[in-house]
């Protein structure tokens, strides 16, 4: 496809998409569990989440699971 991930990530709702890797945005209701770098939204499909990422994703998880 010629639409850029960038550019689709700025067109989805930033409060249900993210961006966790340079070639992944994962919808974040989606998401079962997540373990040593890896997002899973089912038992065996995963994504994983980048250096660049994994900072912003651990701070969505600080701040929406802080009390689990």
Do not use: C, W
């Not at 991930?5 to 070639?23: D, G, T």
């Not at 373990?35 to 994983?48: C, H, K, M, N």
């Amino acid at each position: 496809t010629l639409f850029r991930l960038k550019n689709m990530e700025a067109a989805l709702p930033s409060e249900q998409f993210m961006r966790v890797h340079r070639s992944y945005i994962v919808n974040l209701r989606a998401i079962r569990s997540y373990v040593r770098g890896r997002i899973f939204l089912s038992d065996t499909e995963y994504v994983p989440i980048g250096e660049n990422y994994k900072e912003a994703f651990q701070n969505y998880i600080d701040r929406h699971f802080k009390n689990l």
